[in-house]
């Protein structure tokens, strides 16, 4: 069965950091595309950053672009999501997803992943 776990939420102020990571298992994801989305409250989720399974190609939200980084540990199996400086905008649950296709490109479409995690709530005070 597969589970991906997400963790590294919490609070913290702007212009701070947090580093989210995502744990797979039941399958490795290492040569998958997978990606991370956000929702905040009231609003629909997001997509913010993702990965593709070959050559580690990757795509941001302009938002994000030049503050997030995503990145993968295909030893370890897990995914995160390098995030500086926060702020109020960014506040949200996050959400790790995955697919199993093979290829070079990468994602941005929730649709498109068929395996969520729970999420980690990531809360940025002003």
């Known amino acids: 069965q597969v589970q991906l776990v997400e963790s590294g939420g919490g609070l913290v102020q702007a212009g701070g950091s947090l580093r989210l990571s995502c744990a797979a298992s039941g399958r490795s994801f290492s040569n998958y595309p997978m990606g991370w989305f956000r929702q905040a409250p009231g609003k629909e989720r997001e997509f913010v950053a993702a990965i593709s399974g070959i050559g580690s190609n990757t795509g941001y939200t302009d938002s994000v672009k030049d503050r997030f980084t995503i990145s993968r540990d295909g030893a370890k199996n897990t995914l995160y999501l390098q995030m500086n400086s926060l702020n109020a905008g960014d506040t949200a649950v996050y959400y790790c997803?995955?697919?199993?296709?093979?290829?070079?490109?990468?994602?941005?479409?929730?649709?498109?992943?068929?395996?969520w995690g729970q999420g980690t709530q990531v809360t940025v005070s002003s």
């Open positions: 997803e995955a697919r199993l296709s093979v290829g070079t490109k990468w994602y941005r479409n929730a649709y498109e992943y068929p395996y």
